[in-house]
């Protein structure tokens, strides 16, 4: 059964900070894995997709790595602000091979906050 | 306009009543998905649907049930609800094939006395 875990549980910076935020997943056999960012009581955005051919992906500040082989991405989010003030999510597609049905494995969440 | 769409955004119902939860969505998308949210549980898939004539249990599906009333939209039910089933609901579109992002929509607050 494939588990996601990400450290740090919550994280707490000042403004301007680089950061970056870990998600393990215990089987390597993926499709993708998709990083995703909500806010309290709102819906989940998505940020950034990695296929499981990729080594990375980049969106502006933000920047997430894939090393399939040993079940690791990282989040990095560069000059932190204030308004990325939420919690992350990373999600990881498991290749079922052709009965895949597309289920996302989620993290518990790394919740961040940025103070002036 | 959102892409993905949930209808109500908040609900507040009484143990062993039936409640319908409504998604839409204007992606264009095949896949529609169902999935509960708990804390320190994560977000955990409910129903999935490939398309009208397809749809699949998840891994929590006791107490639910779905219906895919057309490619656009796809409404979950609690047939009598009890409160475990007090969650953040979110409905999820994908475009077909495993290699597509997920979207979400805002979510419903159920809340069940």
């Known amino acids: 059964k494939q588990e996601v875990t990400q450290i740090p549980a919550a994280l707490s910076v000042p403004e301007g900070e680089n950061l970056v935020l870990n998600c393990s997943f215990t089987?390597?056999?993926?499709?993708?894995l998709q990083w995703f960012r909500q806010d309290p009581g709102k819906g989940l955005t998505s940020l950034l997709l990695i296929q499981s051919s990729q080594r990375e992906q980049t969106s502006g500040r933000l920047n997430a790595s894939l090393d399939k082989s040993s079940g690791r991405s990282t989040l990095y989010i560069a000059a932190s602000q204030p308004g990325d003030s939420a919690t992350y999510l990373c999600?990881?597609?498991?290749?079922?091979?052709?009965?895949?049905?597309?289920?996302?494995?989620f993290g518990q969440g790394t919740i961040l906050t940025v103070h002036p | 306009d959102a892409d993905v769409t949930q209808t109500p955004r908040n609900r507040i119902t009484k143990t062993g009543k039936r409640i319908m939860l409504e998604c839409s969505q204007t992606?264009?998308?095949?896949?529609m998905y169902w999935y509960r949210q708990d804390p320190g549980l994560g977000l955990r898939l409910i129903y999935y649907s490939f398309d009208v004539k397809d749809i699949n249990k998840g891994e929590i599906s006791d107490g639910y049930s779905v219906s895919r009333q057309a490619q656009a939209k796809f409404s979950l039910s609690l047939e009598s609800a009890i409160p475990n089933q007090t969650a953040l609901y979110f409905c999820?579109?994908?475009?077909?094939?495993?290699?597509?992002?997920?979207?979400f929509g805002p979510g419903t607050r159920l809340t069940v006395l």
């Open positions: 089987d390597s056999a993926i499709y993708n």
């Open positions: 992606k264009g998308h095949d896949r």
């Open positions: 999600a990881v597609k498991l290749n079922a091979g052709g009965t895949s049905y597309g289920k996302l494995t």
């Open positions: 999820a579109t994908s475009g077909r094939g495993p290699y597509n992002e997920q979207f």
